[in-house]
């Protein structure tokens, strides 16, 4: 049995998340300053064995409360750092106090610090630690206070700690827009037009908490190695987005998250990229659509120098040509760098190809993401990631590259 500490789990992101460890056999340590909402959930999750899974009623920005954190604590696999806040004035910058500003950075910028702080004794090598940042992190949201200028040093404090260990797994989430109380909330006060937000999203559509919980999930598990360092922009495109037009709330409902893939895999080598939808295939549902259809294509492994966007447009086009709705298309490309300057901008290129395809097909809840894959990597490694990328559990994932690792230091998954 593997145990996850999940701070913020008594609402939102951190209760789907929750309920989806428990459901798979995890063991949950639960972290929140709301004693009720926290009891609630940990007596609706499932229990495996003999663990029981442990309500922890700490406040993460109380000094004196958190060093009672690992107190009890059991040895950990993972940390999901989830808990955040968003200012609940609509003041502008420079009316906010410094003890405003304040109160938002303890709680989304020092506190995931000093949680993986008080729990550094209890990680196992190789754990997986994952921080819950924003798209606000990665562009500005203004009259939100110092939301955003926390979410982007919670980035940059990933980044930072992945390199400070290389002995962990340490990723950050940067979700969009996800109806949770957080966001009824703004919406409910008149601060969040939810058609203004969707007019932004490719996809059309603001994400269920239950799809964070799948990426909270997949970044947590021994399989996100190769992923090790990186940010999950997980925004249904809004952040690869310069549409000046809106896109169109979606008219094509979500399939169930678990729902069994229909994976194609395309190029060289297929066989060895593709063997993990046979070990993850379920029977396939009665009703309706029967299965997610998925495309891998790992053409562009093998482009010459210079042809990695015209590798992409062939596999998007024939694509295309086999799917008009509801589909997800991923490419592998080589990460090298170029050989000749004059070749230099041929993986950007690509890459922007990438999202620009993802700005035109949201509205048919057809999704494309590249993985940049280091040359020679064993391709097993990265089962677990094109499991998670071409599936239905990420199906509010697109327009993204994903930059991989080889197994260069630290524990193998
Ligand atoms: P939520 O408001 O539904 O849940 C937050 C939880 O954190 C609550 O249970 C709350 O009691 C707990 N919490 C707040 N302050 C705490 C403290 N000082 N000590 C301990 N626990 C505390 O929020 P939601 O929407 O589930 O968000 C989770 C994370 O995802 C946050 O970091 C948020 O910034 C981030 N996020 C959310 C987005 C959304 O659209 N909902 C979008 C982007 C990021």
């Known amino acids: 049995m593997q145990t996850v500490l999940i701070t913020g789990a008594a609402s939102g992101i951190g209760r789907d998340t929750a309920h989806l460890f428990a459901s798979a056999g995890w063991q949950c340590v639960l972290v929140d300053r709301n004693a009720q909402a926290l009891e609630k959930v940990v007596r609706s999750l499932p229990a495996h064995g003999s663990a029981t899974h442990l309500p922890r009623v700490i406040d993460l920005t109380d000094r004196q409360q ?25 003041l502008p910058l420079i009316e906010q106090t410094p003890e405003q500003l304040q109160r938002l950075l303890a709680l989304n910028l020092s506190a995931p610090a000093a949680v993986v702080d008080a729990c550094s004794g209890l990680l196992h090598p190789g754990a997986r630690v994952v921080n819950v940042s ?15 200028p926390s979410k982007a040093g919670l980035i940059a404090q990933t980044m930072a700690l992945a390199q400070a260990r290389p002995d962990l797994c340490v990723t950050v989430l940067a979700p969009g827009f996800v109806r949770t109380e957080l966001v009824e909330s703004l919406i409910q006060s008149g601060r969040l037009v939810p058609e203004g937000a969707v007019a932004k999203i490719p996809l059309g559509r603001m994400a269920a908490p ?15 190695w190769p992923f090790r360092g990186q940010i999950l922009a997980l925004n249904g495109g809004s952040s690869i987005s310069g549409a000046s037009r809106p896109y169109a709330p979606t008219t094509i409902d979500t399939l169930p998250l678990d729902w069994p893939v229909k994976l194609d895999v395309r190029g060289d080598n297929a066989e060895l990229w593709g063997t993990w939808a046979e070990t993850s295939a379920r029977p396939v549902g009665s009703e309706g659509v029967t299965s997610y259809e998925a495309c891998l ?62 700005c035109e097909w949201g509205a048919l809840a057809l999704r494309i993401n590249a993985v940049e894959v280091p040359e020679g990597i064993d391709p097993s490694q990265l089962h677990p990631l094109l499991a998670y990328v071409c599936g239905p559990a990420a199906q509010y994932l697109t327009g993204q590259t994903l930059i991989c690792q080889g197994a260069a230091s630290g524990p193998a998954a």
């Open 66 to 90: 958190m060093a009672s954190l690992a107190q009890g604590t059991p040895a950990l696999d993972a940390i999901v750092n989830n808990a955040g806040m968003t200012e609940p004035s609509t």
């Open 134 to 148: 924003s798209g606000a992190g990665l562009a500005a949201i203004p009259w939100r206070g110092a939301y955003s």
């Open 210 to 224: 239950a799809e964070m919980a799948r990426a909270l999930f997949f970044l947590a598990s021994a399989g996100a």
């Open 297 to 358: 294509d790992v053409s562009a492994l093998s482009a010459p120098a210079g042809g990695l966007l015209q590798a992409v447009h062939l596999a998007a086009t024939r694509f295309a040509g086999r799917h008009d709705q509801q589909a997800s298309l991923t490419v592998l490309l080589p990460s090298r760098a170029a050989t000749r300057w004059q070749d230099a901008g041929d993986a950007a290129a690509a890459r922007m190809l990438v999202s620009t395809l993802a």
